[in-house]
């Protein structure tokens, strides 16, 4: 149990974490195109989330939403404007989906992406959109002023120190335990 409580307390203490709250940029596409086709600059950093709604009600309209940055392209399933449900409120056809959620890497996905809304009438693909999402990088600086936590990070690790050497004198005093008596 002892080591059980050390090593839970050098977890706590350790490592202190630095991070933007997480963020969904939502797209809504209609027959008017994409809302908006651009997401402006400051909007998103690493990390953070786009859902790609298809709100295009125009009968027999599909979206397929393309995302590409430095060769590398991620594609939706094929978007739909309204999803056939059963009595039960379950979707009759499975793969039938109205929204396409796309998560932007913690790591390497900051810069430019270029994005592509190809709009289908029956199967038929009737014209395409283009659009541009800039993702931040997500610094823990601004500028030349470091955040709180780069000052508290090596008090936090002291701190983290003094606990592992305390929780260790701890597992080695001898047991007051009277049951442990011989």
């Given at each position: 149990?002892?080591?059980?409580?050390?090593?839970?307390?050098?977890?706590?203490?350790?490592?202190?974490?630095?991070?933007?709250?997480?963020?969904?940029?939502?797209?809504?596409?209609?027959?008017?195109?994409?809302?908006?086709?651009?997401?402006?600059?400051?909007?998103?950093?690493e990390g953070d989330a786009v859902w790609f709604w298809m709100k295009d009600s125009t009968e027999g309209a599909t979206?397929?939403?393309?995302?590409?940055?430095?060769?590398?392209?991620?594609?939706?399933?094929?978007?739909?404007?309204?999803?056939?449900?059963?009595?039960?409120?379950?979707?009759?056809?499975?793969?039938?989906?109205?929204?396409?959620?796309?998560?932007?890497?913690?790591?390497?996905?900051?810069?430019?992406?270029?994005?592509?809304?190809?709009?289908?009438?029956?199967?038929?693909?009737?014209?395409?959109?283009?659009?541009?999402?800039?993702?931040?990088?997500?610094?823990?600086?601004?500028?030349?002023?470091?955040?709180?936590?780069?000052?508290?990070?090596?008090?936090?690790?002291?701190?983290?120190?003094?606990?592992?050497?305390?929780?260790?004198?701890?597992?080695?005093?001898?047991?007051?335990?009277?049951?442990?008596?011989?």
């Amino acid at each position: 149990m002892r080591v059980l409580i050390v090593l839970f307390s050098v977890l706590f203490f350790a490592m202190p974490v630095v991070g933007h709250e997480l963020a969904v940029y939502t797209i809504v596409v209609t027959s008017e195109g994409p809302q908006p086709a651009h997401v402006p600059q400051e909007s998103l950093k690493e990390g953070d989330a786009v859902w790609f709604w298809m709100k295009d009600s125009t009968e027999g309209a599909t979206l397929v939403v393309n995302l590409e940055k430095s060769g590398k392209t991620f594609s939706s399933p094929t978007l739909s404007y309204h999803c056939e449900l059963d009595e039960q409120g379950e979707k009759v056809e499975e793969d039938c989906e109205n929204r396409y959620q796309f998560q932007f890497n913690q790591y390497y996905a900051s810069g430019m992406w270029d994005a592509t809304y190809e709009v289908y009438h029956n199967g038929t693909l009737a014209h395409t959109k283009a659009g541009t999402i800039y993702i931040n990088e997500d610094m823990h600086e601004d500028g030349d002023h470091l955040h709180l936590i780069d000052y508290l990070r090596p008090v936090a690790t002291m701190l983290a120190l003094f606990s592992l050497l305390a929780m260790m004198m701890v597992l080695t005093l001898p047991s007051n335990n009277p049951d442990e008596e011989e």
